[in-house]
């Protein structure tokens, strides 16, 4: 059974950093393509950055150049880095696991991330 668990966020000030994880058990993480996404209230869900299988990454325009989102398999863990962080930032972060050969989108349960001006 495929588990996602976020941790790391909190309250920061704007400019400042904050580390996010994701731990995922199941077995899985070597066939599975990792993104991280987030959710402001009264807003749609949108991607924020994500890493294939092999290492390849990509982020959201929002975020390029601030976030980095990298991934340890011997750790089943995936991580994004924030900095230069904005009040714009502030939203509900989810970790999204996509594992090749299965359908099902597998989800963290969220953790809240606050920038304040």
């Known amino acids: 059974q495929v588990q996602v668990v976020e941790s790391g966020g909190g309250l920061v000030q704007a400019g400042g950093s904050l580390g996010l994880s994701c731990t995922v058990s199941?077995?899985?993480?070597?066939?599975?393509?990792l993104g991280w996404h987030r959710q402001a209230p009264g807003q749609q869900r949108e991607l924020v950055a994500r890493i294939s299988r092999s290492g390849f990454t990509s982020y959201g325009d929002a975020v390029r150049g601030r976030f980095t989102i990298t991934r340890d398999n011997a750790k089943t863990t995936v991580y994004l880095q924030m900095s230069s962080l904005l009040p714009a930032d502030t939203a509900v972060y989810y970790c999204?696991?996509?594992?090749?050969?299965?359908?099902?989108?597998?989800w963290g349960q969220g953790t809240q991330v606050t920038v304040s001006s």
């Open positions: 199941g077995n899985i993480f070597s066939r599975a393509a």
């Open positions: 999204h696991v996509d594992i090749l050969g299965d359908s099902r989108d597998y």
